[in-house]
């Protein structure tokens, strides 16, 4: 006889599998209990027609892991269910059970590896699970996020915040100095220019012009009321001069609080303000805004005087020990929303702009120049009781202006004639053998067309030069004076 020795060996008896299910791709590990493995090159799992590598754990169990299965397998149907064979010798198989491969993995399921146990997890918040990714979650990209687990897909980061990290579970709110205007951002845009932006800023829309855009010509435009005028009656009530100076008056006493009724009165281009400028309304349906307690903004435009670069994060000139908010040149207009230190342009006639900040103007002074910062006092002869002016009311014949900075005229004193216009000081005496009163306009006492003129001393007394009053107080060389006894004093005589 030839010698040739054979081994006869029990049957393999499968008494449990682990996992009975797993998807097409394979990779399912499963654990098959029963008896008469065996530890050979030869120990092989079948999966239907497609052959595994077996691991040998004991005589009572073995490890074996799911073969890939043709698409094209399933024909129809989602599933295929196959049986499992098992062979000590990859000859001689023995029945262990039914496989049931899937297309896919349940929705928001991942399967991480070999376990003895169900190894079908959950995909954790912040992560999403594919069925091109079975074996394990893939993080949320930067713009998404999931706070839910189990999912198969990220959320769009909402209006209003930002996701700028990998595996995001809750949107963080928009910082300030930016502007969350899309879904699906995963860092702000820039808060544009001539503006600041809080954290949670959602547009970019604003009720602003854009100052940066727009040319000289808008500093041009009329968006001023003027009523000026030189009458000073007008300037201070609504009287003219003449019926003031008829009555020996002035419209306003000396301690008069000023409330100027006349002059240029300009708008000032200040933006609109939304309603929701600081509630801004967004509606998005994988999102419960109200659930956040957090309101949406809109951008604020910079102060006036002020100009801000684009990404501007507050309204204080100084945060963080950096600059945020630029103060505009002298001279120049830089209203709400200003881009530039120049603002829009020059400050106008009439105006000063200290730090860009603009202002009318006021009474008793005068801007003559564009580029002014501080407004001039109304010099001597002038006078001014309006705001915005370019210069300043001449003193009417009548009136004095003296000094510097006057708010209206003063009335030309008795025993003296304010014959021409802008004057500091009276230019003539009161002539002999007449008084003057108050606000005398002429040294003729002889016209007909005024009554503000020299009047003829009465008989019976005499005038000197300068003369105010046909009221006699002996010695008081601005009144009258009695005729000397013994002499006798007509009308208009000049000495005694």
Known sequence: WSGFKFLYQNDIQVMKLSR???????????????????????????????????????REAILCTSPPIPTHSFHTSQEMIVIIYVSNNAVDYSVGGHFKYSHSLPSGTYQPGAEEVDTLLRCP???????????????CTPGTYQPLVGQSQCILCPIGYVCSEFGMAVPRICPAGYVCDDTGMYKGKPCPAGHWCDKGTATVSSSCLNHGILDASYSSLDTCFDNSTDDFGLQASY????????????????????????????????????????????????????????????????P??????PGTPTNMTISAGRASLFQCRDGVHCPEGS???????????????????????????????????????????????????????????????????????????PGMVCSRKGLASPN????????????????????????????ACTPGT?????????????????????????????AASVSA
């Open 125 to 139: 918040r912040g992560t999403y699970c594919s069925s091109y990714s079975l074996r394990n979650f893939t993080l």
């Open 304 to 309: 006036q005087g002020v100009y801000c670069h």
């Open 20 to 58: 009975a299910s797993g998807p097409s791709h394979g990779g399912t590990p499963v654990f098959i209990s029963g008896s008469s493995f065996v530890n050979s090159t030869e120990l092989t799992c079948k999966f239907g027609e497609e052959t595994a590598r077996a691991i040998f754990l004991t």
């Open 462 to 490: 005499y005038c000197l030069a300068g003369t105010g009053s046909n009221e006699v107080i002996e010695g008081e060389v601005s009144h009258a004076q009695f005729c000397a006894k013994g002499f006798f004093c007509e």
């Open 339 to 413: 881009v530039y230190p120049n603002g829009i342009g020059s400050c106008k006639r009439g105006h000063y702009c200290r730090f860009g900040t603009r202002k009318p103007c006021p009474v008793g002074t005068y801007c003559p120049n564009e580029y002014t910062f501080e407004p001039l006092p109304c010099e001597p002869g002038t006078f001014n009781l309006m705001i915005g002016q370019a210069e300043c009311s001449v003193c009417p014949v009548g009136y004095m202006c003296p000094s510097y900075g006057l708010r209206d005229p003063v009335i030309c004193p």
């Open 239 to 302: 009287l003219p001069a003449q019926i003031w100076a008829e009555r020996h008056l002035m419209p306003l006493d000396s301690d008069s609080t000023i409330q100027p009724i006349r002059g240029k009165f300009c708008l000032e281009e200040s933006c609109l303000k939304y309603e929701d400028e600081n509630d801004l309304g967004v509606f998005d349906k994988s999102f419960d805004y109200s659930s956040t307690g957090f309101a949406l903004r809109r951008p604020h435009p910079c």
């Open 428 to 455: 003539i005496r009161c002539p002999a053998g007449f008084y003057c009163p108050t606000g005398t306009q002429t040294s003729d006492p002889f016209r007909n067309d005024t009554t503000l003129r020299p009047y």
